[in-house]
Nanobody
Framework: QVQLVESGGGLVQAGGSLRLSCAAS????????MGWYRQAPGNQRELVAA???????NYPEHVKGRFTISRDNAKNTVWLQMNSLKPEDTAVYYC????????WGQGIQVTVSS
């Protein structure tokens, strides 16, 4: 069994910053990709950022230059630094880990006020 524990969400004003973290524990053989998706009410879940074990990153255009993903392979932890936040970034953010199968966190709320 694999557990993902997310932290760092909350309420922030537009232009502010938040840093999300996600720590994986349990019966993890080897983690390949890690990252974050988000889902706003009425919208589909969308990719926010992903990072391979080797450190290659992938961002959609609407967060490039504002969000930065990083990871510590020894600690099975991934972070998402979010700067210049906009109200449209408001969503529930979900951590994911690929370790022979996909694992998801429980989700953490990020609210950006205008």
């Amino acid at each position: 069994q694999v557990q993902l524990v997310e932290s760092g969400g909350g309420l922030v004003q537009a232009g502010g910053s938040l840093r999300l973290s996600c720590a994986a524990s349990g019966s993890i053989f080897s983690i390949s990709d890690m990252g974050w998706y988000r889902q706003a009410p009425g919208n589909q879940r969308e990719l926010v950022a992903a990072i391979t074990r080797a450190g290659r990153t992938n961002y959609p255009e609407h967060v490039k230059g504002r969000f930065t993903i990083s990871r510590d392979n020894a600690k099975n932890t991934v972070w998402l630094q979010m700067n210049s936040l906009k109200p449209e970034d408001t969503a529930v953010y979900y951590c994911f880990v690929v370790a022979r199968k996909d694992y998801w966190g429980q989700g953490i709320q990020v609210t950006v006020s205008s």
